[in-house]
């Protein structure tokens, strides 16, 4: 797979959250918005999106159930 490093996302308030990322998602990020890019042929601003969904959705189940009241 080519190297695909964002250096910004297209979509700004992608670009907001996955700076705010630490290293683990976003690498994890990173890997899902090019695997949708290039293997799916979806274009890179959609792609990123959804790699943002998922990595939020990879974040809320590694840190676990909360627990409230």
Same mark, same amino acid.
């Given at each position: ?10 979509d700004p ?13 976003? =690498?994890?990020? =990173? @890997?899902?918005?090019?695997?949708? @890019?290039?293997?799916? $042929? ?5 792609? =990123? ?5 998922? +990595? ?7 840190? $676990?159930?909360?627990? +409230?009241?």
């Amino acid at each position: 797979m080519p190297n695909y490093r964002l250096n910004s996302a297209l979509d700004p308030d992608v670009a907001a959250a996955v700076a705010a990322l630490d290293a683990d998602a976003r =690498e994890y990020f =990173e @890997e899902r918005a090019a695997i949708i @890019e290039f293997d799916g $042929g979806v274009q890179r601003i959609d792609a =990123e999106r959804r790699a943002l969904a998922l +990595t939020r959705a990879w974040l809320a189940r590694r840190r $676990g159930p909360s627990i +409230t009241g």
